[in-house]
């Protein structure tokens, strides 16, 4: 979809739901906003829905990197201490890793 085609109306609609839509645990859906509008926020000549998009773009993406940094925090700190937490960790764990009783 050509952003460039699309009227600023629509523009801030889309935006505003993939911001939205982030909040379904869904940081993806910020990354994706953040990167696919930014340049509709910080690169266009001025127009009159772009401060919204720019507030919408900014939040998009610090959300994503909170949620990526969270995630990325509790993947390292299963696979140190998966061990440790014995059955806990393995009720947990999806598939379960062959040879550890």
């Known amino acids: 979809m050509d952003l460039g085609k699309m009227p600023n109306e629509r523009k801030l609609y889309?935006?505003?739901c993939y911001f939205f839509a982030g909040f379904a645990m869904l940081p993806f859906l910020w990354a994706v906003n953040a990167i696919w509008f930014a340049k509709q926020a910080f690169g266009v000549p001025h127009f009159e829905e772009q401060k919204q998009i720019r507030k919408y773009?900014?939040?998009?993406?610090?959300g994503a990197l909170i949620s990526f940094a969270a995630y990325l925090t509790w993947i390292i700190m299963f696979q140190i201490h998966r061990a440790e937490w014995g059955e806990f960790a393995d009720s947990i764990s999806y598939i379960l890793p062959a040879g550890i009783p």
Request: aromatic share 12%.
């Open 14 to 16: 889309l935006c505003k």
């Open 57 to 62: 773009v900014t939040f998009s993406a610090i």
